[in-house]
């Protein structure tokens, strides 16, 4: 039953993961990752991370996604017409990224063998992370809200437009040649 | 029971999803959407290795993770937007100013 779960939303995942790599406009690909987080939220059930689960779907699938989403619709996103690629990345790229697949699943299938796990430990419950959080990482806990306000002035400062200096009516024009363009214009 | 191999072989191959979104994509949006599959696939690995080892230290790494990913999210589509508005194309092969 469990196994069943699993690799019914396994499959979801990975078929997520592929559609997002062959959709060409980027609010498909956006969407498609929103099906892999949803299916990685059961997963995180399957091994008994509640919290973690439900952080997912609210954090990321609610929060992050609304974000990426937005800035698709803000920068009014299409399809970006594909010009001709360099001919080492189509001739090396294939072989070279199942390389790296295929030295990936034989290093964690290799080393960690068949060993079950076992579902619902009841020692990694919601009680037990707020627990960790609030004892043995509250200093990271609290950086981490530090971060968070340099990472909210920084979009803030980062997004926001150029500013221009904007004249004021009835001022007199001299004050308007600090622009070094236009006094050279006038002389 | 699930083998922990399934779980990590789950995790590989989203993360190798991600990487070739990363180096396939031609749109900026479509690349930072792969650095965030992969940051998913990697906390599959670290929630699937904090049940195999009875800790509550995996859930707790995703949870910084996926902080950080917030606050990354946030900084990465503000310096797009910038970006996007200077130069005028989403496309990553045609910002190459540091080359010409």
Request: contains cysteine; proline residues 5%; aromatic residues 10%.
């Amino acid at each position: 039953m469990q196994l069943a779960l699993f690799l019914v939303f396994a499959l979801v995942a990975v078929a997520g993961g592929v559609n997002l790599l062959l959709q060409r406009h980027p609010i498909y690909s956006a969407l498609s990752l929103v099906t892999v987080m949803g299916a990685l939220a059961v997963e995180y059930l399957l091994l008994g991370a509640e919290f973690i689960a439900f952080i997912q779907i609210i954090v990321y699938a609610g929060a992050i996604m609304v974000l990426f989403v937005f800035v698709i619709m803000v920068l009014n996103a299409g399809e970006v017409a594909a010009p001709p690629k360099s001919r080492v990345a189509a001739f090396l790229g294939l072989p070279l990224l199942t390389a790296l697949a295929l030295l990936l699943l034989t290093q964690f299938t290799g080393s960690i063998g068949g060993a079950g796990l076992a579902l619902g430990d009841p020692r990694v419950g919601p009680a037990e992370v707020g627990d960790a959080l609030f004892h043995r990482y509250l200093l990271p806990f609290e950086v981490t809200s530090v971060l968070f306000l340099v990472g909210i002035l920084g979009a803030v400062v980062l997004a926001a437009r150029p500013h221009r200096p904007r004249p004021a009516a009835g001022q007199a024009p001299e004050a308007l040649a600090e622009n070094p363009a236009a006094a050279a214009a006038r002389r | 029971m699930v083998p922990l191999a399934y779980y990590l072989a789950l995790s590989a191959a989203l993360f190798c999803l991600g990487v070739a979104g990363f180096l396939f994509k031609q749109d900026i949006i479509t690349v930072f959407i792969s650095i965030e599959l992969m940051l998913n696939a990697v906390n599959l690995a670290f929630v699937a290795f904090g049940h195999a080892l009875r800790q509550t230290d995996g859930n707790l790494f995703v949870f910084f993770v996926m902080v950080v990913a917030a606050a990354e999210a946030a900084v990465g589509l503000a310096i797009i937007i910038a970006v996007v508005r200077n130069r005028g194309t989403l496309d990553v092969d045609s910002m190459q100013q540091l080359k010409d």
